[in-house]
C-alpha cells in the first residue's frame, strides 16, 4: 500500500524502491567492483535505499557471506563517489550476502532461489529481486535457463517483480541480438527487462532532452535549415586495457557506436516526444534511428583506424598489436569515424559525423551542433577572417556542461571578429555534484523505470546501421595511427573532402 499523503509528483520526496534483493552475478569482475557496489553504497549514502534491501553475490568463488561482504567494504570505499560513512557501510553490511556456485551447477542455483526466499522472513525482501547480468553475453543463455528452471523469474511465483538487468554489449549483431531478445523474452517479462546503456544515466546525456524541450531557443534552428553539420565524438586516452579478449572480437563499432553513441545521435535528432513517459520516448528515438542512412560508399564515408605505439599524456604508450592477448595480425578498429545522414525532413542534407577512438590525446566525450554560416557579411572580408560556426556545444565528459560559441567584436579600434564561448558549467551552476551514471540506473531498475533503458527494437535498429559496416570493412586492415594523435590522417581527409573539419574537442 503505497502511502495517501504521499503525492508521487512532489520532488521534494526522493524516488525509493520497494523493499527487494539485487543479485548480482559476476560480482568479482570490474564492471561490479568499480562501478556497482560502490553505487549500491551512494545510493544508501544518499538515503534512496529501502531499509530492507539485500545484495546477493553469486560467483564461483568458495566464499561465506562475510568474505564477500568484506570485498565489497573494500571496493565501494576504494570507488564510492560520496563521501565515506562507515555508519552508512554498518547498515548495509547485514545485508549483504553470497551464494557461490558456477553457471551450470543447478545445486548453486537451487541454493540461490533457497537464499532469496529465506532472505523474505529475515529481511523483508518480499518477492521482490533484480538479476544483474554483469558476465559475458555467452553465459547468458544458461543463466537464462537456470532463472527459468528454478521459477526465480516467475513473478507470480514469486509474489512480487523479478527484473533482469543486461549489460552491453547486447549481441554482436543482428541476428545475435535478435536471438537474445528471443531468450530474455522467454523468461521474463518484456518490460521486466532493463538493457542497460550506461551513457543514458549520465546527467549530461539526460540534459540533452531538457535542453531542446524544455526551452524555446533551440528548436526553432534544430534543422537542416540552420544546422549545418553535427559532430558527436568520444575519445578516450586510455587503451584496451586488460580487456584484449573481449576488444578484440568486439571492436570500436561494436563497443561504443553501436550503443552510446547512436544513442546521443537519437537524443540529438528525435521529434518532441509527447510525453515523458518510456514508451513514448524510446517511440520517438526508434523513428530516427529508422530514418539513419549510412553512405554511399561505405569505404569513402567511414574510417577506421587502430593504435600505434606513442606517447598520450606523457607517457609511453604501446601499440595495439603489443598489447597482452592481442594477435599480431589482428585487424580490429580502436578508432572508427563515419558520416551518417538522417532521411527525415528535419535533417535531409545534414551530415552527422561520429567518431571514437582509445588512445587519443584526452578523455572528452561531447556532441558539437554547428550552425550555417551567416549568408551575408556585411564586413571587411580581413576582419572576419576568424570568424568559424556559430556552435552549440554539449560537453557529456569531463567539464560537464553546454557550450554557445558564436562571434564577437574584439574590444580596439577596428570592428574585428572573433568567435568566443558562452559556457555553462555543472560544476558551477548547481551545488551538487551529478550522480553516476550507474547510481541512476540501477536505482530506476529498482524503481521500475523504463525510460532510461533502450528498448529491443532500438537494439536491433542499432545493429542494422552497424551490421553493414562491419560487412563493408571484412578484410580490410584499419588505417593506423599514432598513440596521442586524433585518429588516422584519413579521418581528417574524409570531412576536408566536404569543406568540414573536425573540431578540436
Ligand atoms: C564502455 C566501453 O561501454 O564504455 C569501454 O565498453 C569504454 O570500451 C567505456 O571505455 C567508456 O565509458 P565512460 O563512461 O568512461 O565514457
Not at 543463466?143 to 511465483?157: F, Y
Not at 578516450?236 to 570500436?252: H, Q, S
Not at 564515408?301 to 592477448?325: M, P
Request: hydrophobic share 40%; net charge negative; glycine share 8%.
Amino acid at each position: 500500500m503505497g502511502n495517501p499523503l504521499r503525492d508521487p509528483q512532489d520532488r521534494r520526496l526522493p524516488r525509493i524502491p520497494e523493499p527487494c534483493a539485487l543479485v548480482i552475478f559476476g560480482v568479482t569482475g570490474d564492471l561490479a567492483r568499480k562501478k556497482l557496489l560502490p553505487a549500491i553504497y551512494d545510493l544508501a549514502n544518499r538515503g534512496l535505499l529501502p531499509p530492507s534491501f539485500v545484495v546477493l553475490g553469486f560467483a564461483r568463488r568458495d566464499w561465506d557471506h562475510g568474505t564477500f561482504e568484506q570485498v565489497a567494504y573494500d571496493n565501494a570505499k576504494a570507488h564510492a563517489r560520496t563521501p565515506w560513512r562507515e555508519e552508512v557501510w554498518a547498515r548495509l553490511a547485514g545485508n549483504i550476502k553470497f551464494v557461490g556456485g558456477a553457471f551450470d551447477d543447478d545445486a548453486a542455483f537451487d541454493r540461490l532461489n533457497d537464499t532469496l526466499n529465506e532472505l523474505r522472513d529475515t529481511h523483508g525482501i518480499g518477492g521482490n529481486a533484480a538479476f544483474y547480468f554483469s558476465i559475458p553475453p555467452s553465459a547468458f543463455p544458461t543463466v537464462l535457463k537456470q532463472l527459468a528452471r528454478t521459477g526465480m523469474a516467475d513473478n507470480e511465483k514469486c509474489g512480487g517483480w523479478r527484473r533482469v538487468v543486461v549489460e552491453k554489449p547486447f549481441g554482436t549483431d543482428l541476428a545475435s541480438a535478435k536471438a537474445l531478445n528471443d531468450l530474455v523474452d522467454d523468461v521474463f517479462t518484456g518490460h521486466d527487462v532493463f538493457r542497460i546503456d550506461h551513457y543514458l544515466g549520465k546527467e549530461t546525456v539526460q540534459n540533452i532532452m531538457a535542453l531542446r524541450f524544455a526551452n524555446s531557443l533551440f528548436e526553432p534552428v534544430w534543422n537542416s535549415k540552420y544546422v549545418d553539420s553535427v559532430q558527436i565524438t568520444m575519445a578516450e586516452d586510455v587503451g584496451i586495457g586488460t580487456r584484449a579478449g573481449f576488444y578484440d572480437a568486439t571492436g570500436t563499432a561494436r563497443d561504443v557506436l553501436q550503443n552510446h553513441l547512436l544513442q546521443l545521435l537519437a537524443l540529438v535528432a528525435m521529434e518532441e516526444p509527447t510525453s515523458f513517459d518510456a514508451s513514448e520516448i524510446r517511440a520517438e528515438k526508434l523513428k530516427v534511428l529508422r530514418a539513419i542512412s549510412l553512405p554511399k560508399d561505405i569505404h569513402d564515408g567511414t574510417v577506421r583506424g587502430q593504435y600505434l605505439q606513442g606517447w598520450v599524456g606523457g607517457e609511453r604508450a604501446k601499440g595495439y598489436l603489443d598489447e597482452d592477448g592481442v594477435p599480431a595480425d589482428s585487424t580490429t578498429e580502436t578508432y572508427v569515424a563515419v558520416r551518417l545522414g538522417i532521411q527525415n525532413r528535419r535533417w535531409a542534407g545534414v551530415p552527422f559525423y561520429i567518431r571514437a577512438g582509445k588512445r587519443l590525446p584526452r578523455r572528452v566525450t561531447e556532441v558539437a551542433v554547428l550552425f550555417k554560416k551567416a549568408p551575408h557579411l556585411p564586413f571587411n572580408p580581413t576582419d572576419v577572417e576568424a570568424l568559424g560556426h556559430n556552435q552549440l556545444v554539449i560537453r557529456v565528459q569531463p567539464d560537464e556542461g553546454v557550450v554557445l560559441k558564436f562571434g564577437s567584436k574584439v574590444p580596439g579600434t577596428t570592428m574585428e571578429l572573433r568567435d568566443i564561448a558562452m559556457d555553462f558549467q555543472y560544476g558551477e551552476a548547481f551545488t551538487e555534484q551529478s550522480p553516476e551514471a550507474y547510481e541512476r540506473l540501477v536505482l530506476d531498475v529498482l524503481i521500475g523505470d523504463r525510460t532510461l533503458f533502450p528498448d529491443a527494437a532500438e537494439v536491433e535498429q542499432s545493429w542494422q546501421v552497424i551490421d553493414p559496416l562491419e560487412d563493408a570493412w571484412k578484410g580490410h586492415k584499419p588505417e593506423p595511427y599514432r598513440s596521442g594523435e586524433w585518429g588516422p590522417r584519413a579521418s581528417d581527409e574524409m570531412l576536408a573532402r566536404e569543406g568540414r573539419h573536425w573540431r578540436r574537442a
